[in-house]
């Protein structure tokens, strides 16, 4: 793979861009792999990455029934945040946010990560009280966080209304290194690395059964054919149940679909990302200039990437309240994406009934952020057997009552 430098920008400038090569191959399955990996969204390549990089596992194949990047992992708002309450949530949210900072230069591809810094704002006691906690349980595990007045958010983000009709803001949690990235370039920057690492990126070919002999994976059935492996990680987020059934087991995870807008695109006005949770809806502004908007999910399961409309109307009378500018905006896109999730608010990254079967999925509403450090931990279980990272998220904490629960840190906040 040649590497990307301001100076091969240069020479192809010089050559009228006729040097470029494919950033990635487009091959035909194998017969057998050592792994495969089902899902080319970020979670499943960054699992590959770190298979290939961490632990030396090249013979990988990633399957994807659409395109890769397709999913949510091109659906999303791009929030990265790491200020979670509970142990096991901040350190493995915290590790995917300072593998972020240096993803660029890791994969060598622009991912441009932005950390702008996130507003979660409290709007009621409750929530000041809850965001309080979650700052000195941050403080604890490292992770730098600070629970503000409303004087200071007024002056982090000018346009902000902090007095709504319903709801006024009566302080925020921020986390400065917090921000976001180009969701795309995640996708693309792993998929490149892991097809120059010599693995197979197999889009528009759909895992239609998993093949068991003797209750250990043997190889997946799909639309190009049957292809056999040793190990196989299931990585679909709302299709996890799908491929569970497949498998004989079932999974404690609903799907629903959750959707996002984007304005018009406008001069730059606000320079970080605000949440508000209470009244349901968050905003950021690309570089292109779109207000990008997002809000909950829909309150029944689903498999459309629509979203229904009244969630659409809510969303925006939320953030109509927090920045009355919004109201004279002309929205130009909304998209849904079908997201994954636990009763505890937490992912699953775990072994499964099937020996030699992994599945890391229940990342609903906010898994982007996660992408770096889930592919590390889930890539060292599925390598090692074990990882610290993802040891407390396993399947048998719902059998043992053994929660963690995010249900604060990620009700609507993604
Ligand atoms: C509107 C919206 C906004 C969001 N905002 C944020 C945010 O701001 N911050 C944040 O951290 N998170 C956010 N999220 C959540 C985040 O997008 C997801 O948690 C994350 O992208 C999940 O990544 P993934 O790789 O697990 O799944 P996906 O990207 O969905 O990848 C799974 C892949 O599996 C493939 N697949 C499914 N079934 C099969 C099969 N049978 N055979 C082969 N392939 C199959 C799918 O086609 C898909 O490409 C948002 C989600 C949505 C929908």
């Given at each position: 793979?040649?590497?990307?430098?301001?100076?091969?920008?240069?020479?192809?400038?010089?050559?009228?861009?006729?040097?470029?090569?494919?950033?990635?191959?487009?091959?035909?399955?194998?017969?057998?792999?050592?792994?495969?990996?089902?899902?080319?969204?970020?979670?499943?390549?960054?699992?590959a990455?770190?298979?290939?990089k961490?632990?030396?596992?090249?013979?990988?194949?990633?399957?994807?029934?659409?395109?890769?990047?397709?999913?949510?992992?091109?659906?999303?708002?791009?929030?990265?945040?790491?200020?979670?309450?509970?142990?096991?949530?901040?350190?493995?949210?915290?590790?995917?946010?300072?593998?972020?900072?240096?993803?660029?230069?890791?994969?060598?591809?622009?991912?441009?990560?932005?950390?702008?810094?996130?507003?979660?704002?409290?709007?009621?006691?409750?929530?000041?009280?809850?965001?309080?906690?979650?700052?000195?349980?941050?403080?604890?595990?490292?992770?730098?966080?600070?629970?503000?007045?409303?004087?200071?958010?007024?002056?982090?983000?000018?346009?902000?209304?902090?007095d709504?009709?319903?709801?006024?803001?009566l302080?925020?949690?921020?986390q400065?290194?917090?921000?976001?990235?180009?969701?795309?370039?995640?996708?693309?920057?792993?998929?490149?690395?892991?097809?120059?690492?010599?693995?197979?990126?197999?889009?528009?070919?759909e895992?239609?059964?998993?093949?068991?002999?003797?209750?250990?994976?043997?190889?997946?059935?799909?639309?190009?054919?049957?292809?056999?492996?040793?190990?196989?990680?299931?990585?679909?987020?709302?299709?996890?149940?799908?491929?569970?059934?497949?498998?004989?087991?079932?999974?404690?995870?609903?799907?629903?679909?959750?959707?996002?807008?984007?304005?018009?695109?406008?001069?730059?006005?606000?320079?970080?990302?605000?949440?508000?949770?209470?009244?349901?809806?968050?905003?950021?502004?690309?570089?292109?200039?779109?207000?990008v908007?997002?809000?909950?999910?829909?309150?029944?399961?689903?498999?459309?990437?629509?979203?229904?409309?009244?969630?659409?109307?809510?969303?925006?009378?939320?953030?109509?309240?927090?920045?009355?500018?919004?109201?004279?905006?002309?929205?130009?896109?909304?998209?849904?994406?079908?997201?994954?999730?636990?009763?505890?608010?937490s992912?699953?990254?775990?072994?499964?009934?099937?020996?030699?079967?992994?599945?890391?999925?229940?990342?609903?509403?906010?898994?982007?952020?996660?992408?770096?450090g889930?592919?590390?931990?889930?890539?060292?279980?599925?390598?090692?057997?074990?990882?610290?990272?993802?040891?407390?998220?396993?399947?048998?904490?719902?059998?043992?009552?053994?929660?963690?629960?995010?249900?604060?840190?990620?009700?609507?906040?993604?």
């Amino acid at each position: 793979m040649r590497r990307y430098s301001a100076f091969a920008i240069a020479r192809e400038a010089a050559r009228y861009h006729q040097g470029w090569e494919r950033a990635w191959r487009a091959p035909e399955p194998k017969k057998k792999y050592d792994v495969i990996i089902i899902g080319a969204g970020g979670h499943g390549l960054a699992t590959a990455y770190y298979l290939g990089k961490n632990h030396g596992i090249t013979n990988v194949a990633i399957i994807e029934k659409g395109w890769l990047g397709g999913g949510n992992t091109g659906r999303n708002t791009t929030i990265i945040r790491s200020n979670y309450l509970q142990d096991p949530s901040a350190a493995i949210y915290e590790k995917a946010r300072s593998l972020y900072e240096t993803m660029s230069q890791d994969l060598n591809y622009n991912v441009m990560f932005s950390p702008r810094g996130v507003i979660m704002l409290a709007q009621t006691e409750h929530e000041v009280r809850g965001y309080k906690r979650t700052a000195h349980a941050n403080a604890l595990q490292g992770v730098k966080t600070e629970f503000i007045s409303p004087t200071r958010v007024k002056e982090i983000v000018p346009i902000i209304n902090l007095d709504g009709p319903r709801y006024p803001v009566l302080g925020g949690l921020w986390q400065a290194r917090g921000g976001t990235a180009r969701h795309d370039a995640v996708a693309w920057g792993y998929a490149r690395a892991c097809s120059d690492m010599g693995m197979d990126v197999i889009q528009k070919c759909e895992v239609t059964g998993i093949r068991n002999e003797g209750g250990k994976v043997v190889g997946v059935t799909t639309t190009k054919g049957e292809i056999d492996c040793d190990k196989l990680g299931m990585v679909v987020a709302g299709h996890c149940g799908d491929l569970a059934r497949m498998a004989g087991f079932r999974l404690p995870v609903e799907s629903v679909p959750l959707q996002a807008l984007v304005t018009e695109p406008i001069k730059p006005c606000m320079d970080c990302v605000v949440m508000a949770n209470t009244v349901h809806g968050y905003m950021s502004q690309s570089d292109k200039g779109e207000m990008v908007i997002g809000g909950g999910t829909d309150g029944h399961n689903a498999f459309t990437q629509r979203g229904s409309f009244h969630h659409a109307e809510e969303t925006v009378r939320a953030l109509i309240e927090t920045f009355p500018m919004v109201a004279r905006l002309k929205m130009l896109r909304q998209w849904g994406g079908i997201v994954d999730v636990t009763g505890d608010r937490s992912p699953i990254l775990s072994k499964t009934p099937v020996e030699n079967i992994f599945i890391n999925c229940g990342w609903g509403t906010g898994g982007f952020k996660a992408i770096p450090g889930s592919g590390f931990g889930f890539a060292e279980l599925m390598a090692t057997g074990h990882s610290p990272l993802t040891e407390a998220f396993n399947l048998d904490r719902f059998k043992e009552g053994r929660f963690i629960d995010e249900s604060v840190a990620a009700g609507v906040a993604h």
